[in-house]
Each structure stands twice: as structure tokens, then as C-alpha cells.
């Protein structure tokens, strides 16, 4: 009874091991190399030109880092996977435009906000551009996220079609299989800027949110360090060329 008490209490002891074996940021800097994970196709925030990963998330990640004396080991995988693998050590952090909500930040730890925006209605039909004008109508979204979350709860919409990438939702709309779709203020924007999407028209928010890298909870060091760098990309100026370069705004939250 005993040996079978000081097993369990061994396993759990092993337990929460595991749950505290992120990467410190001492154990990080000795690398020499932090790794973030990004989802590489969510233009302009991280998307794939050609081979290269880019984006502003990834240029701004780039120069956080540098302010961190790190480099990069930058991970393209799939949104759903981005969260998950912080709980598993697989990376430090992720930048994937991820809004921070009471549901996420009890799995992971977000750091400060590195922009502000939020989910926009855009449509063909001129007549469907609020939230109101998506009664009865079909709603593509990027599946996971808070723009499914938030379309899901308007109890007028008839449908919610999910998607793997949010591109792929951007199609659906374009191929009229759908009557809207909802994405980001800046995606939206970007994605009506080019010439394929004619006929898109952007609408009303259907909520607000808060963008912010995240780590695994209670990484604190790594947080605290993260934040204090992105603070310094604030106030000397790269952050608004990133920005410009990739919004023609500046999309920090006031
Ligand atoms: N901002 C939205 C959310 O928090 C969407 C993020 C989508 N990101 C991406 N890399 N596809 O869920």
C-alpha cells in the first residue's frame, strides 16, 4: 500500500514536471534561438511568397527577437495545431494572429497586444454588410476561430460553414457558395486590394479583438521578455515601417 501511495505520488510529482518544462527564457537565450510557430497562410500576417515565409507577423517576430538577441526558427503548421504544441514543448511561442479569449488564456499565457482589430462581414451583395443583414444567410469562417465563435452565437444566421484556412473561406464567398464571409479588418482590406476578389465588399464588425503572441502557461520569463521588446519595436519606429509596409496603417491598439 505504501510503495503503491509513493508511486502515485511519483507520477504526479512526474506530472507536473511536464507541465513546467517549457523552454525558460535563460534556457533560450543559451540556444541562441527562439522558435516560433506561425500557420503560413493568413495574408498579410503570415502567408507563403513562394517559399519564403513572410508576413507582418513574421517581420515583426523577426525584430522582437532580434531585440531578444535571438534568432528565429520560424514553424509553419496548421492553426488548430499552433496552440496545442506550446503544451508540448514542440515551440516558444506563436504568432498566428491569435485574439486573446478568456477560453485561450486558460490554456495558454498571452503576452501584450501587438494589434488591434476584428472580425468584418464581407460580401458580394451590397445589401449584406451588418450584422443584422446575415439573417437567413450562410457564413464562411476559418474553422477554430473567434470568427467562427462569434458568427455561431448570431441566432438569425442559417448557416455556419467551417473551413480548414481561412482562404479557403475567402473562396467559398468568391465561388458563391456561400452569401458572406467573416475574417479580420486587415485581411479583408488586403484581400479586396487585389484583383481577383472584384466584387467583394467589406461591411460592419461583428465584434472587436486583441491580437497578441502566446506562450506556454506561465512562462513568465519568456512573457516578460517578449513584452518588453515588443515595447522597444514600438518606440523606435520599426513597428510602424512593418506596419505601413504591410497595412498602410499603423495597427497597434490605442
Ligand atoms: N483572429 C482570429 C482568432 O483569433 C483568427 C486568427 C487566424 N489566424 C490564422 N493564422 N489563420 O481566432
Given at each position: 500500500m505504501k510503495a503503491i501511495k509513493f508511486l502515485a505520488a511519483a507520477i504526479a510529482g512526474l506530472?507536473?514536471?511536464?507541465?513546467?518544462?517549457a523552454r525558460t527564457l535563460d534556457e533560450?537565450?543559451?540556444?541562441?534561438?527562439?522558435?516560433?510557430?506561425?500557420?503560413?497562410?493568413?495574408?498579410?500576417?503570415?502567408?507563403?511568397?513562394?517559399?519564403k515565409l513572410s508576413g507582418f507577423e513574421v517581420e515583426l517576430g523577426d525584430a522582437i527577437a532580434k531585440k531578444m538577441g535571438l534568432?528565429?526558427?520560424?514553424?509553419?503548421?496548421?492553426?488548430?495545431?499552433?496552440?496545442?504544441?506550446?503544451?508540448?514543448?514542440?515551440?516558444?511561442?506563436v504568432m498566428a494572429s491569435f485574439g486573446i479569449t478568456e477560453d485561450r488564456a486558460?490554456?495558454?499565457?498571452?503576452?501584450?497586444?501587438?494589434?488591434?482589430?476584428?472580425?468584418?462581414?464581407?460580401?458580394?451583395?451590397?445589401?449584406?454588410?451588418?450584422?443584422?443583414?446575415?439573417?437567413?444567410?450562410?457564413?464562411?469562417?476559418?474553422?477554430?476561430t473567434t470568427y467562427m465563435e462569434n458568427v455561431k452565437k448570431l441566432s438569425g444566421v442559417k448557416e455556419v460553414k467551417n473551413?480548414?484556412?481561412?482562404?479557403?473561406a475567402r473562396s467559398a464567398l468568391l465561388n458563391g457558395r456561400v452569401d458572406a464571409w467573416v475574417s479580420d479588418r486587415f485581411v479583408a482590406k488586403t484581400a479586396l486590394a487585389s484583383n481577383n476578389t472584384a466584387g467583394l465588399k467589406m461591411g460592419d464588425f461583428v465584434f472587436v479583438e486583441k491580437i497578441a503572441?502566446?506562450?506556454?502557461?506561465?512562462?513568465?520569463?519568456?512573457?516578460?521578455?517578449?513584452d518588453k521588446a515588443l515595447a522597444e519595436v514600438m518606440a523606435d519606429g520599426t513597428y510602424q515601417t512593418?506596419?505601413?509596409?504591410?497595412?498602410?496603417?499603423?495597427?497597434r491598439c490605442h
Open positions: 506530472a507536473v514536471c511536464a507541465a513546467v518544462q533560450i537565450k543559451k540556444d541562441g534561438k527562439i522558435i516560433i510557430a506561425t500557420e503560413g497562410a493568413y495574408p498579410p500576417f503570415n502567408y507563403f511568397q513562394g517559399s534568432a528565429v526558427e520560424w514553424k509553419a503548421l496548421s492553426f488548430d495545431a499552433l496552440l496545442a504544441g506550446l503544451r508540448q514543448d514542440r515551440w516558444d511561442v486558460k490554456a495558454v499565457s498571452f503576452t501584450s497586444p501587438y494589434y488591434c482589430s476584428g472580425g468584418v462581414i464581407v460580401a458580394k451583395d451590397p445589401a449584406i454588410h451588418t450584422v443584422e443583414s446575415l439573417n437567413g444567410k450562410t457564413v464562411a469562417v476559418q474553422t477554430g473551413f480548414p484556412q481561412d482562404t479557403d503572441a502566446a506562450v506556454k502557461k506561465g512562462n513568465g520569463s519568456l512573457s516578460a521578455a517578449y512593418i506596419s505601413d509596409k504591410y497595412m498602410k496603417e499603423d495597427i
